[in-house]
């Protein structure tokens, strides 16, 4: 046999810090474990002991305190306790483990060894009955039994023979005998009639999760007024003898708090909190639980508050209330513990409790499983009904069953109450050993514990924020309690008030929304009273519920639908107003529910640039085979942007309306001229892939070709139904034929326009190549030579008025440059317009307002050819360009308002004319705009009545219930005033 040369090395594997003191102490008289001739236990049961002091989270301080015992037994004439921890494997675990986490049960110990044996008594009596054969006949006879009750919990909980769970409801159990035995103290003491008083607990006794070292919240109720100078008594001393016994009883949770009546009657609780409680006290009643004194008094006061608790989360401020106590317990915090604080700090227990009591709040009103004491049962029974993420569930327990863990182990050292963790290295040490952690050669115990510490506390702290203040909740907790919890019957009358025309359809589509006992029943059914609401804002509910049925059919099987909906921050409430007010984007998301993930972050809403859409544009066609399947992947991302954008305009118009105190939704405004911009930009981008992807497919890859932007493209100020308005342009290669040429582009241009047409699921991009010279019966392509001797010879002035938006937009720049070289000679000639010229514009203007405006159109409300619409202004501002552009740089702009500013800045319009121009085809734009997203299909023309008049000023801004008459007001005093305007202006000399 191989003997160590001392007894420093095998001691410090056992984990003794001071190896020397430690055999010292073995080898006494009292313990007798160590030979220290042979350096190592006198025998197997020996090793076993030091087996057993070294997993205790501070063998040295087990030892010392086993070597008191040791001592203590001897003066008093008991027999050594070493004996029975050789021979006792329970008892030896459970003392040795409580000797080395908690001096002050040690010390408890000690004083009374006798009691020894208690340590490893049967758990069961701790569940129910913690002082069974016990005589508690005085205080000093209860504090006796609670020690002995604390100590056995300890070494339960200390060796993993109960979890967190237990130890804190046995503890709780504990707490309310305490409370018993307390009350009927002082009543013997009173030696009188026991009046009706209820003790009833509050806080972490209420909800059965109590800590080692805790004040015990109470309150106490008499039957009535008789009772109370008697129940004042018993409660009183009830206070004095559980702060002699064990802990400190706080009534501060009454009504009215320390400056209130300790003991009141049932009838002024009841009064008290109808009238005058505030959120917090609502919030605290979660946990109310009677535990003493007359149970039955105690369950008939719990009674009587319930529905003014669960009616409390109706008040408009309550969801802000929790959340600024949490906020003003946190400022309360000493700044140098913000960061050690497991309790109060960020990412503490008061988290996860104030994040479960709020959902509690909001939620329990309808759902009874909610309506738990506990926090673990509430969390669990919120993530099972689906108000919880099943991942975020699990995270919050664990994250509450650690930091209680941690909160435990530091108040056993001492019992002392404590939430803060040390920052002594030694005691840091202790701590990481109390939870389990020990150094080995890859992992130091205290990183180990630090390193859990810092990633729960952060993952409690984002749930916290994304629970607490998530939008939803809000929403949730502003429909009243009667729309939670309907019967069929009521739901129907209910939905018929919030203006569904077809109430039975509508409960068909929530039948078949929410029947069921799946998961996704339960989410849909949290989800809809707040949807509903949001249905009913709306000019259509009818629509707006069926569109989400679609939208939830499409994506019912999609795992992260319903979740994105719950925790996705504003996603419901976005969807909701979308799909309300909106087919066109009904449409968009039903072809592309994976589009709905941009609602959730206002930088997906965000319009992208040119650059960034080429990019991706180009990259999605590249990774296809084939023009037909590259220019699908063009056109499925197209349809995505078009998704953001009228997303990001309606949202953003609905913002803009909404009142100071609305639920937010959208940071990202887009104004007409911004939107114009982007669909122009996303036009480009689907054209530039298109046209690389198309020539490959005709093999005409390096012929030099050209698209130009003309109208709304052009100038950047297309609306969702716009075409693509576009020249097409080449340029034969050295030494190629015209005729191959000409055949290699033409076939291009066909393609091209076929392949973004086709028929498919993503919206079709027109290409309109009217605006070609002798339009339609004219070449679909030409050569820069053609359209050089075309534009030298034959060109008319309606061609010169075109070609004041042609923009380059993509394939060969250099050749688009000398194009738009063509164009600016033709659109701005050196002596402008003639007075022939002029004349011939006014005609065709003439002509566009008797013969274009379609049969039966109301040429009052006709967004572009009516009244003051957008044809007048542009024409009014295109024939300033014409006539002044060649000596007024600013006119040459693609884009109308800036040719108009620039007009005004060369005093060709007044200020006020600028005002009255710009103002309405700003509007009349949005109304175009406005028209297709709420229609989902083009039209010009604004009605006068009905649910699309209100559905149009609803997404123009205008606030839910406001007359749409009065948008219809403004839209015609605008445009008169601006029709007035431009006739002065065309027809000026």
């Known amino acids: 046999m191989t003997r160590p040369t001392s007894a420093t090395g095998r001691l410090a594997r056992y984990g003794f810090a001071d190896a020397v003191l430690a055999a010292r102490s073995l080898a006494s008289g009292g313990l007798g474990l160590w030979d220290e001739a042979e350096q190592r236990p006198v025998d197997a049961a020996a090793g076993d002991v030091l087996t057993a002091l070294g997993a205790a989270a501070d063998p040295d301080l087990a030892l010392r305190q086993l070597v008191r015992l040791a001592e203590m037994t001897t003066r008093l004439g008991l027999a050594p306790p070493v004996e029975a921890l050789r021979a006792d494997e329970r008892l030896r675990r459970r003392v040795t483990a409580v000797l080395g986490a908690s001096t002050a049960l040690g010390d408890d110990l000690v004083a009374n060894p006798g009691e020894l044996g208690l340590v490893a008594a049967p758990d069961r009596t701790l569940d129910s009955d913690p002082f069974a054969g016990s005589a508690i006949d005085s205080p000093a006879a209860l504090r006796r039994a609670y020690r002995g009750a604390v100590l056995r919990i300890a070494g339960a909980d200390l060796t993993g023979a109960a979890d967190l769970e237990q130890s804190m409801a046995r503890l709780s159990t504990l707490a309310d005998a305490t409370l018993r035995a307390a009350y009927l103290l002082a009543v013997s003491e009173r030696g009188g009639r026991a009046p009706r008083l209820a003790v009833v607990t509050m806080g972490k006794c209420g909800g059965r999760e109590l800590n080692y070292v805790s004040d015990v919240d109470v309150i106490f109720v008499v039957a009535g007024d008789d009772d109370l100078s008697a129940g004042q008594a018993i409660a009183s001393r009830l206070m004095v003898i559980c702060g002699q016994v064990a802990w400190q009883v706080d009534a501060n949770l009454r009504p009215e708090g320390s400056r209130g009546p300790l003991v009141r009657t049932l009838a002024s609780h009841v009064a008290y909190y109808k009238r005058w409680a505030r959120t917090w006290e609502f919030q605290a009643l979660l946990k109310a639980r009677p535990a003493a004194g007359d149970l039955a008094l105690g369950a008939e006061w719990l009674e009587a508050l319930q529905p003014l608790v669960w009616r409390a989360a109706e008040r408009p401020d309550v969801v802000e209330d929790v959340r600024a106590m949490r906020r003003r317990i946190i400022e309360n915090v000493p700044r140098k513990e913000l960061d050690r604080e497991i309790k109060r700090g960020p990412g503490g227990l008061r988290d996860i409790e104030f994040a479960v009591q709020l959902l509690q709040l909001v939620h329990g009103r309808a759902d009874e499983s909610l309506r738990s004491p506990s926090t673990l049962d509430a969390l669990r029974a919120l993530t099972g009904g689906g108000y919880v993420g099943r991942a975020d569930g699990d995270a919050l327990v664990e994250g509450y069953r650690f930091l209680r863990t941690v909160e435990h182990r530091l108040q056993l050292q001492r019992l002392q109450r404590t939430h803060t963790v040390p920052t002594d290295p030694e005691a840091l040490r202790w701590l990481a050993h109390a939870l389990g952690y020990r150094t080995d050669p890859h992992a130091d115990a205290v990183e180990q514990f630090r390193t859990a510490w810092v990633t729960h506390a952060q ?177 499925a991302l197209r349809r995505r942007e078009l998704f953001r954008i009228a997303c990001a305009d309606i949202l953003g118009g609905l913002a803009a309306g909404a009142p100071p105190n609305g639920a937010p939704l959208s940071t990202v405004r887009l104004d007409a001229a911004e939107v114009g911009q982007a669909l122009a930009d996303v036009t480009d981008a689907t054209l530039a892939a298109a046209l690389r992807a198309t020539k490959s497919r005709v093999r005409a890859s390096d012929l030099p070709f050209a698209i130009i932007g003309m109208g709304r493209l052009g100038g950047a100020e297309m609306s969702y139904p716009s075409d693509a308005d576009v020249l097409f342009v080449y340029e034969p290669l050295p030494g190629m034929a015209e005729d191959a040429a000409s055949g290699h582009a033409l076939a291009i241009a066909e393609e091209l326009r076929r392949l973004l047409s086709a028929p498919a699921p993503e919206p079709p991009l027109g290409i309109d190549a009217d605006l070609r010279p002798e339009g339609r019966q004219g070449p679909l392509v030409r050569s820069m030579a053609a359209y050089e001797r075309y534009y030298a010879k034959w060109s008319r002035v309606w061609e010169a008025q075109a070609l004041l938006r042609a923009r380059f937009v993509c394939g060969d720049e250099e050749l688009g440059a000398r194009f738009l070289a063509l164009a600016d000679r033709v659109r701005f000639p050196d002596a402008g317009l003639s007075h022939e010229q002029i004349v011939e514009i006014r005609r065709i203007k003439a002509r566009v307002d008797t013969e274009r405006l379609p049969r039966g159109a109301d040429p009052a409300t006709h967004a572009k050819l009516g009244r003051g619409g957008l044809a007048d202004i542009e024409w009014t501002v295109q024939l300033l360009q014409l006539r002044y552009g060649h000596s007024v740089p600013g006119l040459r702009s693609t884009r109308t308002l800036q040719a108009l500013a620039a007009a005004r800045l060369a005093e060709l319009v007044s200020e006020a004319d600028e005002v009255a121009l710009s103002s309405a085809w700003t509007l009349a734009t949005r109304v175009r705009n406005a028209l297709m997203l709420v229609r989902g299909r083009p039209t010009d023309q604004l009605p006068r009545q009905g649910a699309e008049l209100a559905a149009v000023a609803r997404v123009l801004g205008r606030p839910a219930g406001s007359d749409p008459g009065e948008f219809l007001d403004e839209y015609l005093r605008v445009t008169r005033r601006a029709r007035a305007t431009a006739d002065r202006l065309f027809h000026a000399p």
Not at 468 to 478: S, T
Not at 512 to 533: C, D, F, M, N, W
Not at 539 to 565: F, H, K
Not at 582 to 589: A, G, N, V, W
Request: aromatic content about 6%; cysteine-free; charged content about 25%.
């Open 459 to 635: 993952e409690v702290r984002r749930l916290h924020s994304k629970l607490v203040y998530r939008p939803l909740l809000e929403a949730v907790a502003r429909v009243p309690n009667e729309d939670l919890r309907l019967t069929p019957t009521e739901a129907g009358a209910r939905l018929e008030v919030l203006g569904f025309a077809d109430p039975s359809g509508a409960l068909r589509h929530l039948e078949a929304l929410t029947g069921g006992v799946s998961r996704y029943a339960a989410i849909q059914r949290t989800l809809l009273p707040v949807l509903l609401s949001e249905f009913a804002d709306a000019p259509e509910p009818d629509r707006g519920l069926l569109a989400y049925r679609q939208v939830s059919d499409t994506l019912r099987g999609t795992p992260w639908y319903l979740r994105l909906m719950r925790d996705g921050g504003p996603v419901a409430l976005r969807l909701a107003r979308l799909l309300s007010l909106s087919r066109y984007i009904t449409e968009l998301l039903v072809r592309d529910p994976e589009a709905l993930r941009l609602l959730a972050d206002d930088g997906e809403l965000a319009a992208r640039t040119r650059e960034s859409l080429l990019d991706g544009f180009f990259a999605a066609a590249d990774r296809h085979f084939g023009a037909g399947a590259s220019v699908s992947a063009v056109r």
